[in-house]
């Protein structure tokens, strides 16, 4: 992890394309202004965690359902 130092005010710079502006400073509170183009998606850490949790569970074949699709496949092919 790079550490960096920066006052209100100053900017840090990442390839070219995001900006990173330190806007103001109260006391434990840091607010950050982000420059980037409109094709890379910006998220708080625990927004991001939690949409990543959220896409996980619409991917994961819950077992009733997984029992379900074996169940009908095994009927149709009874059937032929």
Do not use: C, W
């Given at each position: 992890?790079?550490?960096?130092?920066?006052?209100?005010?100053?900017?840090?710079?990442?390839?070219?394309?995001?900006?990173?502006?330190?806007?103001?400073?109260?006391?434990?509170?840091v607010?950050?202004?982000?420059?980037?183009?409109?094709?890379?998606?910006i998220?708080?850490?625990e927004?991001?965690?939690s949409i990543?949790?959220?896409?996980?569970?619409?991917?994961?074949?819950?077992q009733?359902?997984?029992?379900?699709?074996?169940d009908r496949?095994?009927?149709?092919?009874?059937?032929?």
């Amino acid at each position: 992890m790079l550490v960096l130092s920066r006052r209100k005010g100053e900017s840090i710079v990442i390839q070219d394309q995001i900006e990173l502006t330190i806007l103001s400073v109260d006391g434990d509170t840091v607010k950050v202004g982000i420059s980037a183009p409109k094709h890379v998606d910006i998220f708080r850490k625990e927004v991001y965690l939690s949409i990543q949790e959220s896409n996980r569970e619409s991917v994961a074949p819950q077992q009733s359902d997984l029992n379900a699709l074996i169940d009908r496949l095994r009927g149709s092919n009874a059937n032929n």
